[in-house]
T-cell receptor, first 109, second 114 residues
């Protein structure tokens, strides 16, 4: 079992839709949680970074962590074609980062 | 802050050849990571450095792989006697300890072994 599990999709939504991306994890020691956006043939770009449980909002993006159920979510409001990318969830404990496999998202104009 | 820089962006090589990649981290970042990523997968940990010390190496990593960070600044990753299975995106990332320790990635080096 991987430390961080993520549905690979693909996910296809119309422009303007609300997108929900989700991950689960197994290690209770994870304290920091991240979402990265990765365009094709590029490196991952840090989108959201949260510590422990709770919500964090940045513009159209909201990250949510529920440590009791070991669930990580990213919500994208008013999705745009430029949001089309692969989204990676990640978790950190100690000096190590653990990544999901990524969910491929396409936003159709 | 110029971000994490990786060179080359692309490398095509023949099986059995040696290749070397370079990573320049964000200037004040003391911790540097190497990852490998294949299509449809997340980044897979290879090794990391704190300053010039290599603190951890993946147990799954072949001894054909070696990495250095001689002066605690840039790092190199060398693959000897490349195999077709080494074809992947090699990603470098850096962070600074004692802060929020956010991890920032470079654009990666795409390796194709023919």
């Amino acid at each position: 079992q991987k430390e961080v599990e993520q549905d690979p999709g693909p996910l296809s939504v119309p422009e303007g839709a609300i997108v929900s991306l989700n991950c689960t994890y197994s290690n209770s020691a994870f304290q920091y949680f991240m979402w990265y956006r990765q365009y094709s043939r590029k490196g991952p770009e840090l989108l959201m970074y949260t510590y422990s449980s709770g919500n964090k909002e940045d513009g159209r993006f909201t990250a949510q962590v529920d440590k009791s159920s070991k669930y990580i979510s990213l919500f994208i409001r008013d999705s745009q074609p430029s949001d089309s990318a692969t989204y990676l969830c990640a978790a950190k404990t100690g000096n190590q980062f653990y990544f999901g496999t990524g969910t491929s998202l396409t936003v159709i104009p | 802050d110029t971000g994490v820089s990786q060179n080359p962006r692309h490398k095509i090589t023949k099986r059995g050849q040696n290749v070397t990649f370079r990573c320049d981290p964000i200037s004040e970042h003391n911790r540097l990571y190497w990852y490998r990523q294949t299509l449809g997968q997340g980044p897979e940990f290879l090794t990391y450095f704190q300053n010039e010390a290599q603190l951890e190496k993946s147990r799954l990593l072949s001894d054909r792989f070696s990495a250095e960070r001689p002066k605690g600044s840039f790092s190199t990753l060398e693959i000897q006697r490349t195999e077709q299975g080494d074809s992947a995106m090699y990603l470098c990332a850096s962070t600074r300890t004692g802060t929020d320790e956010k991890l920032f990635f470079g654009s990666g080096t795409q390796l194709s072994v023919l």
